[in-house]
C-alpha cells in the first residue's frame, strides 16, 4: 500500500463510506465473451461484424469480443468511420455496413427495434453477465454477452470492511439487473449503476451529501474525476497512471485487501497517537505542578520535606532538577516507544 501523505492515512480512519468500480477493481477487469445469440445471421457472421467494428474499441467489452472472434478463427475486416459514445457504445463501419454496438439504451436511441430480444438480454443480466445489443443497417442482428470474472478475495473484503462498520456501494455502467446480480455475489447492498463516466464525480458528492467521509476505489482514465472528488482516493496499481495520479493512496498489487489494511493502520495510527498525547497530558499534567511548586504549601505546614523525601523533593518541595530533566527525557522515550509498536502492525 502506498499512502502518499499523512494527510490521507489520518483521513482513512474517518471513512464511513467506500465507492468501489466494478471492472478491474471488483472483477480481474479481463471480461470474455460467454453467449452468442442470434437474430437473422449466423453466429459466425455477428462475430465478424461485431469484432471487426470492436477492432479501435480500447474498452474492455469491445476488445473480449475481438479476442472471442480471434479465438475462433473468425476474419476480421477494417472498420472505418469508428466512433465511440461513452457509457453507451460505438459506432462504425464494416464493409459497408453500419453497425451500432451498445447497450439497451444505446439502440433505443438511435431507434433500433429489440425485436424480441429484450427479454433474453434480461435473463443474460440476472446471471450477472453484460448483454451488448448488435445492430446492422438499423436492424438488430444478435447480442453478445460478456462476463468478468469476481477477484477471488473480493468477497471477503467486502464483508469485512462492512464489519469495520464502512457502507460497501458498487459503482458501473452496466445496466442495473447485470450490476445487482454481482452486487448480490458480493454481498454489496448499494449499486450505482447504468453510471456514465462523467457521472461517477457526481456519484460521490451524492454520498458526500449524506454527511459521510468518502473513498473512492477505481482503476482507470474515467474514474480520475471521481477518485479527486473523494474525500480519499484509492487506485488500483494495475490500473491507468491517470488514477494513481489522482489518487491518494495505490494498492501497489492490486490486491483488495489493501484497502483493509489501509484502515486498519490508518485505525491503528491515530489510536497510538491519542494514547501518546493521553500520557503526554496526563504525564505532564501531574509532574509539571509540582516541580513549580504545588507541594511547598503541604511540606511547609508539615515543618518541612521528610529527610526520605529529599532526594525527590529538596527541603523546600520543589521537584530535584534532576529527576524533573529525567522525566522530561522519559516523556519522550514513552511515546517514541508506543509509537514503535506500529512496526508490529500485521497486513490484511
Known sequence: ???????????????????????????????????VVVAGVSEVELLRLAASAEQGSEHPLGQAIVAAAQERGVALEAATEFEAVPGRGIHAQVNGVALLIGNREFIVES???????????????????????????????????????????????????????????????DNRRTAEAIAKKLGVARVFA?????????????????????AMVGDGINDAPALTQADIGIAMGTGTDVAMESADITLMRGDLRGLVTTFRLSRATIRTIRQNLFWAFAYNTALIPVAAGVLYPLFSSLGGVPTGLQFFF???????????????????????????????FKVA
Open 111 to 173: 431507434n433500433v427495434g429489440l425485436d424480441g430480444l429484450d427479454a433474453r438480454a434480461q435473463e443474460l443480466s440476472q446471471d450477472g453477465k453484460t448483454p451488448m445489443y448488435v445492430a446492422a443497417d438499423g436492424k438488430l442482428v444478435g447480442l453478445i454477452a460478456v462476463a468478468d470474472t469476481i477477484k477471488p478475495e473480493a468477497p471477503e473484503v467486502v464483508a469485512q470492511l462492512q464489519r469495520m462498520g464502512i457502507e460497501v456501494t458498487m459503482l458501473t455502467g
Open 194 to 214: 447504468e453510471v456514465l463516466p462523467q457521472d461517477k464525480a457526481a456519484m460521490i458528492v451524492q454520498l458526500q451529501k449524506e454527511g459521510k467521509v468518502v
Open 314 to 344: 529538596g527541603e523546600r518541595g520543589f521537584l530535584n532538577p534532576i529527576l524533573a530533566a529525567l522525566a522530561m527525557a522519559f516523556s519522550s522515550v514513552s511515546v517514541v516507544s508506543n509509537s514503535l509498536r506500529l512496526r508490529r
Open 1 to 35: 500500500v502506498l499512502i502518499r501523505s499523512a494527510e490521507a492515512l489520518e483521513r482513512a480512519h474517518k471513512t464511513r463510506a467506500i465507492v468501489l468500480d466494478k471492472t478491474g477493481t471488483l472483477t480481474v477487469g479481463k471480461p470474455s465473451v460467454t453467449d
